[in-house]
C-alpha cells in the first residue's frame, strides 16, 4: 500500500473511531443521573430510567433492546451500583431496585435464544421475559441472572452463580443452577454508598456537564 492510500485508510478509521466515541458519549449524557468510569456503554438510553445516586463502573454495558418487534427497557433505583465489564440486557424488562450491588461480569438478560434446529434455516427465535431485582440485593461477581427471574428483597447471589429460579427474600443462593444456601435474612445490612463520591475519589468519574 502506498503511503497516500495508507493515511486515507488511516483517516478514515480515525474518522469511524470519533463517530463511535460520540455517539456513545450522547448516549451517556442522556443520563445525567448516572455517574460512569471510563468505557461504559449505553444504548437506547431513552428506554433506559434511573434513580439518584447511580455508578457504573469501568466497561459496563446496558442496553434495553429490541425483540421480536418488542421494546425493552431497564428501570435501575437509588443507590445502584453496576460493577466493571457486568452488562444487562432489558428486551424483555429488566426492574432494580434500590441499593442493589452488582459485583464485576455479572450477566443479567431478559432475553434468551432457543436451541437451534440443525434441520432448519433462518434467524434465532428469542424469547423474553421480565427479570426483577428487589432492594438491598448483593450479587456478586461472575454471576448470571436469566431471564423470567425474580430476586427478592435482601436476597444475595454467590460469584459465578446462574439463577434460573427465583430467589426468596433474604436467601442466599449459589452453585450452577444455584439454590438456596441460607434463608438468613439481610435486609438493612448493606451500606448505602455514596457512588459519587466514591468515584470522584478514585479518579474514575467521566464529568459530562
Given at each position: 500500500?502506498?503511503?497516500?492510500a ?10 469511524r ?9 450522547r448516549?451517556?449524557a442522556?443520563l ?5 468510569a ?12 434511573t434513580?439518584?445516586?447511580v ?20 428501570e ?13 440486557w ?5 426492574t432494580?431496585?434500590?441499593?442493589v ?14 436451541p437451534?434446529?440443525?434441520?432448519k ?12 431485582i ?8 461472575g454471576a ?35 439454590r438456596?444456601?441460607?434463608?438468613e435474612?439481610r ?12 468515584a470522584v ?9
Open positions: 500500500m502506498n503511503p497516500l495508507r493515511a486515507v485508510t488511516d483517516v478514515r478509521a480515525l474518522l473511531l470519533l463517530q463511535t466515541e460520540l455517539g456513545d458519549a448516549q451517556r442522556a445525567p443521573g448516572i455517574t460512569y471510563s468505557h461504559t456503554i449505553i444504548r437506547g438510553a431513552d428506554r433506559i430510567r434513580g439518584r445516586n455508578f457504573l463502573d469501568h466497561g459496563a454495558y446496558l442496553n434495553p433492546s429490541t425483540v421480536n418487534d418488542r421494546r425493552g427497557f431497564i435501575i433505583g437509588d443507590d445502584v451500583e453496576i460493577g466493571p465489564y457486568s452488562v444487562l432489558g428486551g424483555g424488562g429488566l432494580i431496585g434500590n441499593n450491588h452488582l459485583g464485576a461480569h455479572v450477566h443479567i438478560t431478559t432475553q434468551q435464544g432457543r437451534v434446529d440443525s434441520t434455516r433462518g434467524p434465532l427465535i428469542v424469547d423474553v421475559a421480565p427479570v426483577v428487589g432492594n438491598d440485593v448483593l450479587i456478586y461477581s448470571i441472572i436469566v431471564p423470567g427471574v425474580r430476586i427478592g428483597d435482601g436476597a444475595s447471589v454467590a460469584a459465578g452463580a446462574v439463577v434460573v429460579r427465583d430467589v426468596p427474600a433474604g436467601a442466599r443462593v449459589g452453585g450452577v443452577p444455584a438456596v444456601l441460607s434463608a435474612r435486609r438493612e445490612i448493606l451500606p448505602r454508598f455514596d457512588h459519587v463520591k466514591m475519589e478514585s479518579g474514575h468519574r467521566e464529568d459530562l456537564s
